[in-house]
């Protein structure tokens, strides 16, 4: 897996960056006039309380959605002024993407789950799961290849699914909760893979999370609040006791 380079130090930027969902009479502002840098190769920890825009920003540094107003630049292309086509294969092209609830086919073995995205490429099936093997072994499941979901621990099945957002090589990885679903040993196996894809094979991560342990993984932490992006090294007013132990 190589290391993105481009003129840009910034892999993604956002300026005066609004989302606002409309429905009938009513409006929510999931995001209002955020300014963010993240810099190549950074790891980028988002918190917050529940609906305060993280897995909206996500959306849209991914394009699976598009700002109201602002300008959202990634990896230097300004992605928001992009055609449905384009951006499709921009986003399969740039961007791996990771959710909380693993969306594995439960009918397919690892191998075939991390092959999926390689199917919508020009690799002959030889390349596929060459690609998909890599993947794997950089995850550390290369002896589980031939196992089904069903077959593997919750861990396990998260990073098949970190495998299947790598396997095209992409610049930017995006994880919403990943460890959400995970105890504490599983999610410290997961949040291991995504340190090491960092830091030895430099990606630029962002995840969300609510969980302050996940967050010490990142080599940053940002906090929004009710659409806000707060200012760095700035905590939410209620945020020890939102976090603290029950």
């Known amino acids: ?32 006039n955020v300014d963010l840098d993240i810099p190549r ?5 988002l918190m917050g309380p529940s609906g305060s825009g993280k897995s909206t920003m996500l959306h849209l540094i991914a394009g699976i959605d598009r700002p109201t107003a602002g300008r959202l630049t990634v990896l230097g292309d300004d992605i928001g002024g992009m055609g449905e086509k384009e951006l499709a294969a921009w986003r399969s092209e740039n961007i791996g993407y990771i959710f909380q609830t693993f969306n594995l086919i439960p009918v397919l073995t690892a191998l075939e789950n991390v ?23 950089i995850v550390g499941l290369s002896d589980r290849i031939d196992h089904y979901p069903r077959q593997l621990s919750g861990g396990q099945e998260q990073r098949v699914a970190i495998a299947r957002a790598i396997v095209t090589d992409p610049a930017i990885i995006l994880a919403d909760e990943p460890t959400g679903d995970l105890d504490a040993a599983s999610a410290k196996e997961a949040l291991n893979v995504l340190a090491l ?6 990606k630029t991560i962002v995840i969300v999370t609510h969980d302050p342990h996940a967050a010490r993984y990142a080599r940053k932490t940002r906090y929004l609040e009710k659409g806000d992006l707060l200012p760095e090294g700035q905590l939410p007013e209620d945020w020890f006791a939102t976090t603290a132990p029950t």
Not at 9 to 28: I, M, N, W
Not at 117 to 136: D, V
């Open 1 to 32: 897996m190589s290391e993105e380079t481009g003129q840009s130090e910034q892999a993604v930027e956002l300026r005066g960056v609004v989302k606002e969902y409309r429905r009938d009479e009513f409006s929510v502002l999931a995001l209002n």
């Open 41 to 45: 190769n950074d790891f980028l920890a």
């Open 115 to 137: 092959e999926l995205p390689l199917l919508l490429t020009r690799l002959n099936k030889k390349q596929r799961l060459e690609n998909a093997r890599t993947a794997l072994d």
């Open 197 to 202: 894809l960092n830091e030895q094979h430099g």
